[in-house]
DNA sequence: TCATTTTCTTAACTTTTGTAAAGGGAATTG
DNA sequence: CAATTCCCTTTACAAAAGTTAAGAAAATGA
């Protein structure tokens, strides 16, 4: 069950034999069924996951009661609520599975613990994080310089599976647009092939 | 010239003389004119800068030339071309000044060293970066969910300064739109009161 | 200080998205 | 198997942003 988040941890820093066990003392796996809340608004975020198996998004809901889609996150990543977790405040997004999941937890005092007890746990938190800030940047970018066509034909590209992996509403706040627009999108889309 | 930079740390971890003085022997200060280039397209970023004076912007280039402005960066604020730095990678973003700055200077091969030699280095740039992602994730919420209008205000609400700060046209790519939108805008509220 | 350049604003027009409402199709359920 | 529900598409109209170009204001420099 394992073996999948070994092999992610392995991309950044090497833990021994010594430092995983210690570190899997405070794993868990666990199942949950399609949308579930892993955390809800207002919850305080105890547990950051790993995806073995699945699908999940976090959201937002703006004051009309919308959803919008902040991320999406499928096999082999890190997943959670950064800003509650971090800084053990109450959850302004919500963290949905799309899909039936099979997760890693790893719970908060066990990371602050871990952080103490293997040194090694900074320095991959670290650069885990000097990742996605560079990702997140490049998301701020796409949002800014791209139209939502751009944008859509992009993750078409990129990431074709995803397309037809998730509900096209979600797909499109995702994409920052509504899902009108994103239907008017793909029919110009067709149109043109 | 030093004294900023280390009430900045303070607010992450406490690094005791010793380690200061492991880490003052990496650091220099810096004065860069206006509109200078700390990171150019297609540099590999050998420096992160802390500002004790000034105003940094890093932008990305569309292929139509236009610039878009990705973050703006002011005093008691770390800033550098996260992406290229952490990967070594030929960067993709512009980090240039907007005004005259005072920079304490840390090069990447004095950052290696002292996550080796000073192993709370690794926390406190784990703990920016977790505060890092966090407002991120903010920027893209805010993107998505807000109309241009909005996130003017918004800023004239949070950041008052920083909008008569800067010229209204990075403003306006900031804030992802362009700059005539923004005078619309910026007419519309006036208009109001 | 005057001239030049740059930046910001305004206007007219086009394109795109948002909104609201109606319709079609597929999946779910009794 | 029919009915309901949910999701996606389509339409029509309103609102907003993009584009281009021209003019006003401000900053820059000789």
């Not at 991309?11 to 021994?16: A, G, I, K, R, T």
């Not at 949002?143 to 078409?156: A, D, V």
């Not at 009108?180 to 043109?192: C, E, F, G, T």
Request: charged share 25%.
């Amino acid at each position: 069950m394992y073996e999948q988040f070994w092999k992610f941890t392995d991309m950044f820093v090497h833990f021994s034999d010594k430092e995983r066990s210690s570190i899997r003392e405070y794993l868990i796996t666990r199942d949950v069924p399609k949308n579930h809340l892993l955390v809800d608004l207002g919850d305080i975020s105890s547990e950051v996951f790993f995806i073995n198996k699945g699908c999940v998004r976090f959201y937002y809901l703006t004051e009309a009661g919308e959803e919008i889609t902040g991320f999406i996150f499928t096999e082999n990543m890190f997943t959670g609520s950064h800003e509650s977790f971090f800084s053990q405040t109450p959850s302004t997004q919500v963290l949905q599975t799309l899909e039936p999941c099979e997760l890693v937890v790893l719970p908060y005092e066990g990371l602050q613990t871990l952080f103490d007890t293997v040194p090694k746990m900074n320095i991959f938190v670290r650069k885990l994080l000097e990742q996605r800030m560079s990702h997140a940047q490049k998301v701020v970018a796409s949002l800014i310089m791209n139209k939502p066509e751009k944008r859509y034909t992009s993750m078409l590209e990129l990431q074709p599976d995803l397309v037809n992996r998730i509900p096209q509403q979600v797909l499109a706040t995702y994409l920052g647009i509504t899902p009108v627009s994103l239907s008017r999108i793909r029919k110009r889309i067709m149109d043109q092939d």
